[in-house]
C-alpha cells in the first residue's frame, strides 16, 4: 500500500493512463497547430519551452541538471538525435501528408523494431514471438498502406512521404531506445531528457532557418493554446507521468501506455477532426497492436 491508502500499481495504472492521453492527444493537437504554425519553427519553440520547464522541475526536485564529462554529453547527444529528431521531427513533418490517426499506428509500431534491433544491438535473438509480432504489425502497417501502394497516380500516393517519415520515425526511435539501454546517459530523468531535448532539436533549427517562411503566415489563439499544450503536457506531463508509473509498476505492465497511445490518438482524432474511422482504421489499429504484444512478450 502507499500513501493515502491507494495501492501503488493502481496509482501506476492512473499514471499510464495519464502518459497514454498526453501523447495519444498530441497527434491531433499537432495537426490543429501545423494549420498555421511553420512545421520547424512549431517544434523549436515548444522543445525550448519544454526543456525550460523540465530543467525547472529537475531543479525544483533537487536534481542535479549538469553532465559529467565528455561521454555524458556524447550519449545524451546521441539519445537526443535518435530519441528526439525523430518524434519532434519526422514525426511532425508527417502530419503534412498524414491524418493524424494514420500517422500515431505507425509511430508506436515503435516497440516491434525495437523487439527485432535488440539482436545486432544488445545480443538478444529474436524469438518466434517476436517474428511472429513483426510480422502482424507489419501487415497491420500494411492495411494503411495499401491503397497507397495501389493508387495509380494522384490520390493518397500523395500520402508516400508521409508514412516514409513516420516509419523512419519509429525505426529511429526504436534504435535509440535500444542503443540507450546498452549505454544509458547515467542522469536524473527529467535533466537527462531536458538535455536531449536541446540536442535533439538542434537540427529542426536548422531547419526552421533553412525551409520555414514567415510571410503571410498568422498564428490564432487556437494554434498557440496547441504549441502550448505540447510543450506543457504532451512534453513535460507525459513523461513525468511516464517516468512515475516506471517507478510503480514493472516496465512490461507500464508499457502498456505505448498500446493506449494510438488508440487515444485514433479515436481523439476521429471525435476532434472528423478523421475517418472505418474498417481499415481499426483493423489496422488492431493488428498493430497485437504485433506490439506478441513482440513485447517474446
Same mark, same amino acid.
Given at each position: 500500500m502507499s500513501q493515502r491508502g491507494v495501492p501503488a500499481q493502481v496509482q501506476g495504472l492512473l499514471w499510464v493512463v495519464l502518459t497514454a492521453a498526453c501523447w495519444g492527444l498530441a497527434w491531433?493537437?499537432?495537426?490543429?497547430?501545423?494549420?498555421?504554425?511553420?512545421?520547424?519553427?512549431?517544434?523549436?519553440?515548444?522543445?525550448?519551452?519544454?526543456?525550460?520547464?523540465?530543467?525547472?522541475?529537475?531543479?525544483?526536485?533537487?536534481?542535479?541538471?549538469?553532465?559529467?564529462?565528455?561521454?555524458?554529453?556524447?550519449?545524451?547527444?546521441?539519445?537526443?538525435?535518435?530519441?528526439?529528431?525523430?518524434f519532434v521531427g519526422l514525426g511532425t513533418l508527417s502530419l503534412l501528408w498524414l491524418n493524424a490517426s494514420e500517422a500515431a499506428i505507425v509511430a508506436y509500431t515503435m516497440p516491434i523494431w525495437a523487439s527485432i534491433l535488440a539482436w545486432p544491438v544488445l545480443g538478444e535473438r529474436p524469438t518466434a514471438p517476436r517474428l511472429t509480432g513483426l510480422a502482424v504489425g507489419l501487415a497491420g502497417v500494411a492495411v494503411l498502406l495499401a491503397p497507397v501502394v495501389l493508387a495509380s497516380a494522384g490520390g493518397q500516393i500523395n500520402k508516400l512521404p508521409g508514412y516514409a517519415c513516420i516509419l523512419g520515425t519509429? +525505426?529511429?526511435? !526504436?534504435? &535509440?531506445? =535500444? #542503443?540507450?539501454? *546498452?549505454?544509458?546517459?547515467?542522469?536524473?530523468? $527529467?535533466? @537527462?531528457?531536458?538535455?536531449?531535448?536541446?540536442?535533439?532539436? +538542434?537540427?529542426? !533549427?536548422? &531547419?526552421? =532557418? #533553412?525551409?520555414? *517562411?514567415?510571410?503571410?503566415?498568422?498564428?490564432? $489563439?487556437? @494554434?498557440?493554446?496547441?504549441?502550448?499544450?505540447?510543450?506543457?503536457?504532451?512534453?513535460?506531463? &507525459?513523461?513525468?507521468?511516464?517516468? *512515475?508509473?516506471l517507478r510503480l509498476l514493472p516496465a512490461s505492465t507500464a508499457a502498456i501506455a505505448t498500446l493506449l497511445v494510438p488508440v487515444i490518438g485514433v479515436f481523439s482524432a476521429a471525435l476532434l477532426l472528423g478523421e475517418p474511422l472505418g474498417w481499415r482504421q481499426f483493423t489496422s489499429l488492431g493488428m498493430t497492436m497485437a504485433g506490439i504484444v506478441l513482440a513485447s512478450r517474446g
Open positions: 491531433p493537437v499537432m495537426k490543429v497547430a501545423l494549420l498555421e504554425w511553420p512545421v520547424f519553427s512549431f517544434r523549436v519553440f515548444t522543445s525550448a519551452g519544454g526543456v525550460a520547464l523540465l530543467l525547472g522541475l529537475a531543479l525544483a526536485r533537487g536534481e542535479s541538471i549538469r553532465p559529467r564529462g565528455g561521454a555524458q554529453w556524447r550519449r545524451l547527444a546521441l539519445a537526443g538525435l535518435l530519441n528526439i529528431t525523430p519509429a +525505426v529511429l526511435f !526504436a534504435f &535509440g531506445t =535500444v #542503443l540507450t539501454k *546498452r549505454r544509458p546517459p547515467g542522469m536524473p530523468p $527529467l535533466a @537527462s531528457l531536458a538535455w536531449q531535448v536541446v540536442f535533439g532539436t +538542434v537540427p529542426l !533549427a536548422v &531547419g526552421a =532557418v #533553412l525551409f520555414d *517562411r514567415w510571410e503571410g503566415v498568422h498564428i490564432g $489563439l487556437v @494554434s498557440w493554446l496547441m504549441a502550448l499544450y505540447i510543450m506543457g503536457l504532451g512534453l513535460c506531463l &507525459g513523461y513525468l507521468a511516464w517516468f *512515475r508509473a
